[in-house]
């Protein structure tokens, strides 16, 4: 059975840095793509950014680009975004999520860890 369990979200304050850390479990995921999203309250959920896990290419949003750094430790099975320059329009709860390479849709999501940045 597929698990996706983030952790490192918190609260900072703006301009600061947190790492987000995703430890995925119950396959190999060398055909998968994983990816972190993010859902600010009344809002819909947002693609933050993308890693395939073979090839290690990744894929940022504009919103992030520059700031936030997805990578992937195969040893540890972990999805890591490094975030920097935080602001509050951050603020969210980010979830980790993989599909296969050729899915059209995500199969598997972590349940989410919370990321508040002050003002």
């Known amino acids: 059975q597929v698990q996706l369990v983030e952790s490192g979200g918190g609260l900072v304050q703006a301009g600061g840095s947190l790492r987000l850390s995703c430890a995925a479990s119950?396959?190999?995921?060398?055909?998968?793509?994983m990816s972190w999203f993010r859902q600010a309250p009344g809002k819909e959920r947002e693609f933050v950014a993308t890693?395939?896990?073979?090839?290690?290419?990744?894929y940022h949003a504009d919103s992030v680009k520059g700031r936030f750094t997805i990578s992937r430790d195969s040893a540890k099975n972990t999805v890591s975004l490094q975030m920097n320059s935080l602001k509050p329009e951050d603020t969210a709860v980010y979830y980790c999520?993989?599909?296969?390479?050729?899915?059209?849709?995500?199969?598997?999501w972590g349940q989410g860890t919370q990321v508040t940045v002050s003002s």
């Open positions: 999520a993989a599909r296969v390479v050729t899915a059209l849709q995500y199969t598997y």
């Open positions: 119950g396959r190999t995921f060398n055909t998968y793509i």
């Open positions: 890693i395939n896990w073979s090839f290690g290419s990744t």
